[in-house]
């Protein structure tokens, strides 16, 4: 990754003026064509443009794929979490890493092709000897969230007070202040959440989308503004309430639907990937919490209309680190490792962020614990599948219960089993070696009592500060 210093500095060979800039050959070209011919060439060399994106391969990125070779503006139709934003924001990466503009100019104008009467002045003034400034790919995409107090001079712009004041009419097109759409000419333009806007503000951008022209108070700009719009909304607002205009609807090339990740594995590695995570959190751990944000999307206590977010589980995984810290904190462990028993934080930490239906107020809690167990036992059964656990049930029968709890640390709970060999495969199903620290060999011990206990193997008594599996 680039440095902020080195993203704001260009390279010194690129040209400075347009003199020199006509001499390298370089042309002006528009933005869909940039992002057009940057997509083959991604494509064609086997490059994946999509660097974080989890899940989209087969579905939504072939559909945004074809929407950009067709030059499309396109909105993004999805639940909340589903990873919209994240990958409007990937598009910046196909544009030219660096693209030549006037220098000092109010818009982002190509030097060869001024569009606002002042570059158009100041190029035919000084001719070959415009000056030439290089724009970085991260600085051409703006983002904006709509939101119903969202003005029409925020977005397409408003005569400014201070240029009248200063002795200019309210005729001279120059008296204009520009909004953020003609401030993304010749680059991206995302709105966040479109239906939001009020639908007087939604008009404004019809012109913009279709004639590519801009009105402001009476004011008709011819401005070939170069710009690709994409947006996003949530389908509910999309469809069923009908907050998006239809003449807007229709000027948008290509609508393309998201989706929560379809299989465990694609869960698994978005939560890895997106959560900073202040204790090591093995991956049978982050099993459980995509199994249990995946039982919380099919659950009919759940609003699915509201959908269960991404974030959830981002926020599960950070919750049950943060529980492995304290208590390693509280036992002197080192170093931090999670263990099934900090999952139980989840449920008390999180449960306001699930929206459930109508009717099961106070249930909430017993809902939410019902589901985790049956993650626990769905990660169990999947990664201990036709392996015979009786032994260590009858281990712990015949006198070895153990126990365990935030102020029980990992080698006690190793210390209350004998040596089995069960105990070693268990481990190595996990991805756990005789090596690795106590803390994720019990974590290990503990995914295999959770599980005896749940298919009522073991009995488990449930303490203040502990838990005893006997």
Do not use: C
């Amino acid at each position: 990754m680039r440095s902020v210093e080195q993203v704001s500095t260009s390279p010194p060979e690129l040209p400075r003026t347009v003199g020199q800039l006509r001499a390298a050959g370089v042309q002006p070209r528009s933005v869909k064509d940039e992002i057009r011919e940057n997509l083959l060439t991604a494509l064609r060399s086997g490059t994946n443009p999509w660097q974080g994106i989890v899940g989209f391969d087969r579905t939504v990125l072939p559909q945004l794929e074809r929407a950009l070779l067709a030059g499309h503006d396109v909105v993004l139709l999805g639940e909340r979490g589903q990873g919209k934003t994240r990958l409007l924001r990937t598009l910046a990466s196909l544009l030219d890493e660096w693209t030549p503009v006037i220098a000092g100019a109010e818009l982002g104008e190509h030097p060869l092709a001024p569009i606002t009467p002042a570059a158009q002045r100041l190029a035919a003034e000084l001719g070959d000897d415009l000056p030439v400034a290089w724009r970085h790919r991260s600085e051409r995409y703006t983002e904006k969230l709509a939101t119903p107090d969202t003005s029409v001079g925020d977005l397409i712009g408003d005569v400014d007070p201070v240029r009248v004041a200063q002795g200019r009419s309210l005729g001279d097109p120059e008296t204009i202040h520009f909004g953020l759409v003609p401030r993304a000419h010749r680059g991206i333009i995302a709105v966040n959440e479109l239906p939001d806007l009020a639908e007087r503000i939604q008009v404004a951008l019809l012109n913009v989308m279709e004639e590519r022209d801009i009105q402001v108070r009476g004011h008709t700009l011819r401005l070939p503004l170069d710009v690709l719009l994409v947006a996003t909304a949530n389908p509910e607002d999309y469809t069923n309430r009908g907050r998006i205009i239809t003449p807007l609807k229709d000027r948008f090339g290509a609508e393309v639907r998201t989706h929560y990740p379809l299989d465990i594995d694609h869960e698994v590695a978005l939560v890895a990937q997106e959560a900073e995570l202040v204790a090591e959190v093995d991956e049978h751990l982050l099993e459980v919490l995509a199994r249990f944000v995946r039982h919380l999307r099919e659950s009919p206590a759940v609003d699915q209309r509201s959908g269960v977010s991404a974030r959830f589980a981002v926020a599960a995984a950070e919750t049950v680190a943060a529980a492995a810290l304290r208590r390693s904190a509280i036992t002197g462990e080192h170093p931090a490792v999670a263990r099934p028993v900090d999952l139980e934080s989840v449920i008390e930490v999180l449960r306001g962020k699930v929206e459930f239906e109508a009717g099961e107020e106070g249930r909430e809690y017993e809902l939410l614990a019902h589901l985790l167990r049956r993650s626990v036992a769905d990660t169990a059964r999947a990664r201990l599948a036709g392996l015979d656990l009786r032994s260590l049930a009858q281990a712990v029968s015949d006198g070895h219960p153990v126990a365990t709890g935030e102020h029980v640390p990992a080698e006690e709970v190793l210390a209350a089993l004998p040596e089995l060999p069960v105990l070693h495969e268990v481990a190595r199903r996990l991805g756990v070696a005789a090596t690795d620290s106590p803390g994720r060999i019990a974590a290990a011990v503990e995914l295999a009592l959770e599980s005896l206990y749940l298919t009522k193997h073991l009995a488990k008594d449930v303490g203040e500060d502990r838990a005893v599996y006997g």
